[in-house]
């Protein structure tokens, strides 16, 4: 089946500007990450849905960043007044269940780039 | 919150030889532990995963060990390809979201 879509895969903005980034998880899967990869670094943990439940959003860097899940399906993170150092690849991975014991699969990612 | 350390941060072996990726935890509430293979330009794909009830899993050339007392758990490939070359990272969950290591650059010599 189809696994986890982003869109686009290539963002360039200028400094300031507002970014909307896109995630489709794989249908049926309840619980969708957010993580954030800098040049050569690890993924580092932004925001996580699960359900109706309210996110946890413990991983976002500052109030700049938000991010939606409309229908428990198909997921927008929002970066406001992009800054230089927002610049790396924001990866989304779902997953079939949101207890702690679960398999993430990984989308394509995100590339953004803040000129 | 959970933190995860991972050694070494680059490891060079020749084609066959084995090769081990250590990585550490801090919460003792983490209970899955995934090891994800990254190659250049591409996502990351689950290689192998390991749940704290188990102590040891094998998946052909790859294994993981687990060691829940000393919070540490281990990646082991045996009899290394140049396809295995990719960074490594490790992982633990702890409340459904996970905490990742800092990758390993294994490069395999043919």
């Known amino acids: 089946g189809a696994g986890v879509s982003q869109s686009p895969s290539n963002k360039v903005t200028e400094k300031g500007k507002d970014v909307e980034l896109r995630c489709d998880p794989i249908?049926?899967?309840?619980?969708l990450y957010w993580y954030r990869q800098s040049l050569g670094q690890g993924l580092e943990f932004l925001i996580y849905?699960?359900?109706?439940?309210?996110?946890?959003k413990s991983g976002l860097p500052s109030d700049r960043f938000s991010a939606e899940r409309t229908g428990g399906s198909v997921s927008t993170l929002t970066i406001q007044r992009t800054q230089q150092e927002d610049s790396a690849v924001y990866l989304c991975a779902s997953s079939p269940t949101g207890t702690s014991i679960n398999e993430q699969y990984f989308g394509p990612g995100t590339r953004l780039t803040v000129t | 919150g959970e933190n995860v350390e991972q050694h070494p941060s680059t490891l060079s072996v020749q084609e066959g030889d084995s090769a081990v990726i250590k990585c550490t935890y801090s919460?003792?509430?983490?209970?899955?532990f995934p090891w994800y293979k990254q190659e250049l330009g591409k996502r990351p794909q689950l290689i192998i995963d390991i749940r704290s009830n188990v102590g040891e899993k094998k998946d052909q050339r790859i294994a993981v060990t687990l060691n829940k007392t000393a919070k540490h758990f281990s990646l082991h490939i045996t009899e290394t390809q140049p396809e295995d070359s990719a960074v490594y990272f490790c992982a633990a969950s702890s409340y459904g979201k996970l905490t990742f290591g800092q990758g390993t650059i294994l490069t395999v010599h043919p």
């Open positions: 849905f699960q359900g109706n439940s309210a996110p946890d």
């Open positions: 249908s049926g899967h309840t619980a």
């Open positions: 919460d003792s509430a983490s209970n899955y």
